[in-house]
Protein backbone atom coordinates (compact mmCIF):
# COMPACT_ATOMS: atom_id res chain seq x y z
CA UNK A 1 0.00 0.00 0.00
CA UNK A 2 1.55 3.54 -1.04
CA UNK A 3 1.49 6.82 0.92
CA UNK A 4 -1.63 8.11 -1.17
CA UNK A 5 -3.48 4.68 -0.24
CA UNK A 6 -2.69 4.85 3.25
CA UNK A 7 -3.90 8.63 3.93
CA UNK A 8 -7.27 7.28 1.96
CA UNK A 9 -7.45 4.43 4.46
CA UNK A 10 -6.81 6.82 7.69
CA UNK A 11 -9.29 9.36 6.08
CA UNK A 12 -12.33 6.74 5.39
CA UNK A 13 -12.01 5.25 8.94
CA UNK A 14 -12.05 8.82 9.88
CA UNK A 15 -14.97 9.70 7.99
CA UNK A 16 -16.42 5.94 9.68
CA UNK A 17 -15.88 7.00 13.26
CA UNK A 18 -17.13 10.47 12.74
CA UNK A 19 -20.79 9.69 14.13
CA UNK A 20 -18.84 7.81 16.77
CA UNK A 21 -17.21 10.41 18.28
CA UNK A 22 -20.12 13.08 17.97
CA UNK A 23 -22.34 10.63 19.88
CA UNK A 24 -19.14 10.97 22.67
CA UNK A 25 -18.83 14.41 22.17
CA UNK A 26 -22.76 14.53 22.52
CA UNK A 27 -22.57 12.37 25.61
CA UNK A 28 -19.46 13.87 26.70
CA UNK A 29 -21.13 18.09 26.70
CA UNK A 30 -24.40 16.81 28.12
CA UNK A 31 -23.35 15.08 31.13
CA UNK A 32 -21.05 18.29 31.52
CA UNK A 33 -23.80 20.79 31.04
CA UNK A 34 -25.80 18.78 33.65
CA UNK A 35 -23.18 18.97 36.50
CA UNK A 36 -22.81 22.54 35.54
CA UNK A 37 -26.61 23.23 35.77
CA UNK A 38 -26.25 21.27 39.52
CA UNK A 39 -23.33 22.88 40.83
CA UNK A 40 -23.48 26.59 39.59
CA UNK A 41 -21.51 29.80 39.00
CA UNK A 42 -20.00 29.50 42.61
CA UNK A 43 -19.22 26.16 43.63
CA UNK A 44 -17.72 25.72 39.82
CA UNK A 45 -15.45 28.23 41.17
CA UNK A 46 -14.95 27.35 44.54
CA UNK A 47 -13.36 24.10 42.63
CA UNK A 48 -11.90 25.43 40.44
CA UNK A 49 -9.97 28.01 42.95
CA UNK A 50 -9.61 25.05 45.54
CA UNK A 51 -7.64 22.93 42.83
CA UNK A 52 -5.43 25.83 41.61
CA UNK A 53 -4.17 26.23 45.60
CA UNK A 54 -3.54 22.72 46.01
CA UNK A 55 -0.40 23.15 43.62
CA UNK A 56 -0.42 19.67 42.00
CA UNK A 57 -1.92 19.96 38.77
CA UNK A 58 -0.81 20.24 35.03
CA UNK A 59 -2.02 23.72 33.10
CA UNK A 60 -3.15 23.46 30.04
CA UNK A 61 -1.51 25.73 27.36
CA UNK A 62 -0.98 25.79 23.40
CA UNK A 63 2.54 25.02 23.49
CA UNK A 64 2.78 22.89 26.57
CA UNK A 65 0.24 20.63 26.19
CA UNK A 66 -1.07 21.09 22.20
CA UNK A 67 -3.39 18.06 22.15
CA UNK A 68 -5.04 18.44 25.52
CA UNK A 69 -5.25 22.45 24.61
CA UNK A 70 -7.30 21.44 21.34
CA UNK A 71 -9.25 19.11 23.17
CA UNK A 72 -10.05 22.05 25.93
CA UNK A 73 -10.69 24.50 23.53
CA UNK A 74 -13.84 22.11 21.74
CA UNK A 75 -15.09 21.45 25.08
CA UNK A 76 -14.79 25.12 26.28
CA UNK A 77 -16.94 25.98 22.67
CA UNK A 78 -19.30 23.00 23.06
CA UNK A 79 -20.46 24.28 26.33
CA UNK A 80 -20.89 27.15 25.55
CA UNK A 81 -22.74 26.73 22.90
CA UNK A 82 -25.10 24.17 24.65
CA UNK A 83 -25.55 27.68 26.89
CA UNK A 84 -26.11 29.68 23.85
CA UNK A 85 -29.36 27.39 22.91
CA UNK A 86 -30.63 28.15 26.53
CA UNK A 87 -30.17 31.95 25.72
CA UNK A 88 -28.09 32.06 28.81
CA UNK A 89 -24.55 33.01 29.60
CA UNK A 90 -21.45 30.94 30.99
CA UNK A 91 -19.09 31.85 33.59
CA UNK A 92 -14.97 31.61 33.28
CA UNK A 93 -15.34 29.40 36.78
CA UNK A 94 -18.16 26.70 35.03
CA UNK A 95 -15.39 27.03 31.77
CA UNK A 96 -12.64 26.21 34.21
CA UNK A 97 -14.76 23.69 36.14
CA UNK A 98 -16.14 21.78 32.96
CA UNK A 99 -12.22 21.76 31.21
CA UNK A 100 -11.03 20.28 34.88
CA UNK A 101 -13.89 17.96 35.19
CA UNK A 102 -12.99 16.30 31.46
CA UNK A 103 -9.47 16.62 31.61
CA UNK A 104 -8.05 17.08 34.83
CA UNK A 105 -5.96 19.92 33.90
CA UNK A 106 -6.23 23.28 34.69
CA UNK A 107 -6.23 26.92 32.67
CA UNK A 108 -4.23 29.42 33.95
CA UNK A 109 -5.73 33.09 34.38
CA UNK A 110 -2.90 34.12 31.98
CA UNK A 111 -4.07 31.74 29.22
CA UNK A 112 -7.82 32.36 29.53
CA UNK A 113 -7.92 34.86 27.26
CA UNK A 114 -6.30 32.84 24.65
CA UNK A 115 -8.71 30.30 25.14
CA UNK A 116 -11.63 32.46 24.61
CA UNK A 117 -10.57 33.74 21.15
CA UNK A 118 -10.02 29.92 20.16
CA UNK A 119 -14.09 29.36 20.91
CA UNK A 120 -14.94 31.71 17.69
CA UNK A 121 -15.36 30.05 14.72
CA UNK A 122 -15.33 32.43 11.90
CA UNK A 123 -17.66 30.52 9.92
CA UNK A 124 -20.08 31.46 12.49
CA UNK A 125 -20.00 35.17 11.78
CA UNK A 126 -20.61 35.30 15.52
CA UNK A 127 -18.98 36.20 18.66
CA UNK A 128 -19.51 33.50 20.97
CA UNK A 129 -17.03 34.19 23.61
CA UNK A 130 -19.45 36.93 24.33
CA UNK A 131 -21.27 34.49 26.01
CA UNK A 132 -18.14 34.03 28.69
CA UNK A 133 -18.60 36.58 31.57
CA UNK A 134 -17.43 37.15 34.74
CA UNK A 135 -19.21 35.88 37.61
CA UNK A 136 -19.90 39.73 39.76
CA UNK A 137 -20.62 41.67 36.52
CA UNK A 138 -22.22 39.16 34.10
CA UNK A 139 -20.21 40.65 31.17
CA UNK A 140 -17.47 39.39 29.43
CA UNK A 141 -14.16 41.13 30.72
CA UNK A 142 -12.49 44.25 29.98
CA UNK A 143 -11.17 43.61 26.98
CA UNK A 144 -13.79 41.91 25.06
CA UNK A 145 -15.31 44.82 23.67
CA UNK A 146 -11.88 46.22 22.30
CA UNK A 147 -11.17 42.67 20.73
CA UNK A 148 -14.99 42.56 19.60
CA UNK A 149 -14.35 45.63 17.76
CA UNK A 150 -10.68 44.52 16.43
CA UNK A 151 -12.28 41.57 15.31
CA UNK A 152 -14.91 43.12 12.95
CA UNK A 153 -17.85 43.37 15.62
CA UNK A 154 -18.39 46.86 16.46
CA UNK A 155 -21.66 45.80 18.23
CA UNK A 156 -22.98 46.59 21.85
CA UNK A 157 -22.28 43.89 23.86
CA UNK A 158 -26.12 43.01 24.14
CA UNK A 159 -26.55 42.83 20.43
CA UNK A 160 -23.34 40.62 19.66
CA UNK A 161 -25.01 37.97 22.46
CA UNK A 162 -28.55 38.07 20.74
CA UNK A 163 -26.59 37.25 17.08
CA UNK A 164 -24.79 34.40 18.76
CA UNK A 165 -28.15 33.26 20.56
CA UNK A 166 -29.98 33.38 17.00
CA UNK A 167 -27.25 31.87 15.39
CA UNK A 168 -26.91 28.74 17.61
CA UNK A 169 -31.17 27.73 18.21
Not at 96 to 121: G, R
Not at 145 to 157: E, K, R, T
Request: with cysteine.
Amino acid sequence: MNREERIEKARQIARENAPQRDEQEREIVGRLTQRLSQVGASQAQRHVTAAERSGDHEYLGPDNTPRQWERAVELARLVTIARAKRRDTITYGEIKWALYEELKMLVDQSMFPTLMEAVNHGSDGVLLSSLIATRDTGKPGDGFLSYAANMGFDLPLATLQCRVYDHFK
